[in-house]
């Protein structure tokens, strides 16, 4: 009996040193709907998030600590055709944008003739628009600088820089969210969603899924360092399922944190969030590894103008 109570004990113990510790790991995402992917992260020293997306491609260097990166897959893609020694491991933000009309148009159909807002002209918005309508509506569209200046247009129903009254604001989530449920807002009750982007990109690509955020891993020949970030991606993947189907998962990470140091650190009230993804998921967090989406990545990157990935570029 001893010598198996032995044994029984001989086996847990094997069971718990072989748990890897991903602790260690130091990661770095951008403030939006990216950042809520590690809401299990919210008190960790080794998650810092950045709402400059030029100052995380600086990261990606042989001298740099940082071993998980998250950041728009185009940008991650470019940075590894320059040399930076990353791979691409997963997909974990699948699309956030909408169309959303303000009220102003009589026949509620966007069309050639209706004034249309546009943020972040010959960018991922720009580019998603065009991919998806051609250049039917080209002659009424005015562009902004971000998404806070086109929230603004839907939230007043004009662009205050021009003057003119706009039908049809292009914009992503939270943002949406926020305008939609502000009561202060001129256009509040008479604005609402007019289009789902990720449907139409869908529509239009045979069905491949929008690709926005992705996640990049330092590019290392250590077989143990490779099982130890394999682990942090199996835990991610969890987290993000797990958020999904219960977003209140977040009051325990995130919601301990003071109210202004969350919003600082993730880039929105997670309050709000936590009503965007109970909406259907329209934040569009979600988990593909990279490897077995890479039709659908190779599909969006072509609309920079990029050719298709290289299986090199992947962490498998």
């Known amino acids: 009996m001893k010598k198996r ?4 004990s001989f086996v847990l113990l094997s069971s718990c040193s072989s748990k890897v510790d991903t602790s260690n790991l130091k990661i770095v995402a951008p403030t939006g709907a990216p950042a809520f992917a590690f809401y299990n992260h919210a008190n960790s020293n080794n998650f810092e998030t950045n709402s400059t997306p030029s100052n995380i491609v600086a990261m990606m260097n042989d001298k740099s600590d940082k071993d998980i990166v998250a950041i728009d897959t185009v940008t991650g893609i470019r940075a590894i055709q320059k040399g930076a020694p990353y791979l691409l491991a997963s997909n974990i933000t699948l699309g956030n944008f909408y169309i959303a009309s303000t009220g102003n148009d009589d026949n509620k159909v966007m069309d050639e003739d209706d004034k249309i807002i546009l943020f972040g002209e010959n960018q991922t918005p720009d580019l998603v628009f065009h991919y998806i309508y051609g250049n039917v509506f080209d002659k009424n569209i005015e562009y902004v600088t971000n998404v806070q200046d086109a929230a603004k247009c839907l939230a007043s129903g ?7 009254s706009i039908d049809y604001v292009f914009v992503a989530q939270p943002v949406l969210y926020t305008i ?5 807002a001129t256009t509040y009750s008479k604005a609402e969603i007019y289009e789902n982007i ?3 990109y869908k529509e239009k690509s ?33 987290d993000i399922t797990s958020v999904i189907n219960n977003p209140n998962l977040m009051d325990n990470t995130i919601g301990k944190l003071e109210t202004e140091v969350a919003t600082s650190l993730y880039g929105a009230n997670y309050q709000m969030v936590k009503k965007v993804i109970e909406d259907d998921n329209s ?14 990545i190779d599909n969006f990157i072509s609309l920079f103008g990029m050719d298709e990935t290289n299986e090199e570029i992947y962490f498998k």
């Open 158 to 164: 004009k662009n205050l820089l021009t003057g003119s």
């Open 283 to 296: 934040l569009g967090l979600g988990y593909i590894k990279a490897i077995d989406n890479k039709k659908a």
């Open 198 to 200: 990720q449907d139409k």
């Open 206 to 238: 045979d069905n491949l899924s929008l690709i926005q955020a992705s996640i990049f891993v330092k590019n290392s020949d250590d077989s143990k360092y490779n099982k130890t970030i394999n682990n942090f991606l199996k835990s991610l993947k969890s």
């Open 180 to 184: 939609l449920n502000n009561k202060n």
């Open 5 to 8: 109570y032995l044994l029984l």
